[in-house]
T-cell receptor
């Protein structure tokens, strides 16, 4: 029940296309859903995050779509660029200082020029 | 604003040896996390500190791993004795409050156990 399942494991998208990564969770107590981006040799960095009181959040080319009833959320990268090539992790946690954050297994995204 | 600092960046040891990693979080961040990231997997939380108290260490292999956060600032993670399966990147992160806020990650320490 503590797992966050992420798919696909890897994704290749043409430059200018839309990249879509999906995550699903079981624990209905989760109420904070961040996406982290990780480049080789670097630590993950927060890309965008959403709380379940909204169904969508957009920041530039990055959009999170959230479906509370289905317990799913996804990351959409519009107009994908070669610089977006990285590993993306979804995560989930509860809204307390004592909570634990659970990361998905990651999606390696490659944008072809 | 300085980021999360970790050292060393790389470490190669033989099995059964001991190793220690150091982390200096962002100033003012109350929560510090140690993660283990095995190649091709997402980060797995090992231990979470709130100031200098342990909030969660349920996934820390306590027979060989130990961690401390002295004075609620710097932290060290130790492995003694190391096993082959401990080969991974060890990430330190900090956040102003808890996990429902942005975590800032350090560059990690890549450990290879031979």
């Amino acid at each position: 029940q503590q797992q966050v399942k992420q798919s696909p494991q890897s994704l290749i998208v043409q430059k200018g296309g839309i990249s879509i990564i999906n995550c699903a969770y079981e624990n209905t107590a989760f109420d904070y859903f961040p996406w982290y981006q990780q480049f080789p040799g670097k630590g993950p960095a927060l890309l965008i995050a959403i709380r379940p009181d909204v169904s969508e959040k957009k920041e530039g080319r990055f959009t999170i779509s959230f479906n509370k009833s289905a317990k799913q959320f996804s990351l959409h990268i519009m107009d994908s660029q070669p610089g977006d090539s990285a590993t993306y992790f979804c995560a989930a946690s509860t809204g307390s200082s004592a909570s634990k954050i659970i990361f998905g297994s990651g999606t390696r995204l490659s944008i072809r020029p | 604003e300085a980021g999360v600092a970790q050292s060393p960046r790389y470490k190669i040891i033989e099995k059964r040896q001991s190793v220690a990693f150091w982390c200096n979080p962002i100033s003012g961040h109350a929560t510090l996390y140690w993660y283990q990231q095995i190649l091709g997997q997402g980060p797995k939380l090992l231990i979470q500190f709130q100031n200098n108290g342990v909030v969660d260490d349920s996934q820390l292999p306590k027979d060989r791993f130990s961690a401390e956060r002295l004075k609620g600032v710097d932290s060290t993670l130790k492995i003694q004795p190391a096993k082959l399966e401990d080969s991974a990147v060890y990430l330190c992160a900090s956040s102003f409050t808890g996990p429902d806020n942005e975590q800032f990650f350090g560059p990690g320490t890549r450990l290879t156990v031979l």
